[in-house]
């Protein structure tokens, strides 16, 4: 049974740290590119940052660049996402999902269908 299961988030104020955990299992990790979204209450799910398992290339929502690092533990199977000088609209639930890539060693794009996703991690940024 495959299984993201997110980890890590939490209430901090503006200009805060945090990272969060993605734990997966049921899949072989290095054949997967493993994303982090986010949707806040009444917005649309937007892409934030992936990367690839095979070659540990990412990839970053504009959004996000410089504040955000993405990397992956492929002997624990966790992807992990960096979090610094957040901001109040960073307030969303944060997601990962998986993304079979067969083999390529590309980074998809934000806006890809992932196959998997784990249930999400509340993000809460106080100004």
């Known amino acids: 049974e495959v299984q993201l299961v997110e980890s890590g988030g939490g209430l901090v104020q503006a200009g805060g740290s945090l990272r969060l955990s993605c734990a997966a299992s049921?899949?072989?990790?290095?054949?997967?590119?493993i994303g982090w979204f986010r949707q806040a209450p009444g917005k649309e799910r937007e892409g934030v940052s992936c990367?690839?398992?095979?070659?540990?290339?990412?990839l970053y929502a504009d959004s996000v660049k410089g504040r955000f690092t993405i990397s992956s533990d492929n002997a624990k199977n966790t992807v992990y996402l960096q979090m610094n000088s957040l901001k109040p609209e960073d307030t969303a639930v944060y997601y990962c999902?998986?993304?079979?890539?067969?083999?390529?060693?590309?980074?998809?794009?934000?806006?890809?269908?992932?196959?998997?996703w784990g249930q999400g991690t509340q993000v809460t940024v106080s100004s």
């Open positions: 990367i690839s398992s095979s070659d540990g290339s990412t």
């Open positions: 999902a998986a993304l079979l890539m067969g083999g390529l060693r590309v980074v998809p794009p934000l806006d890809t269908k992932y196959d998997y």
């Open positions: 049921g899949f072989t990790f290095d054949e997967y590119a």
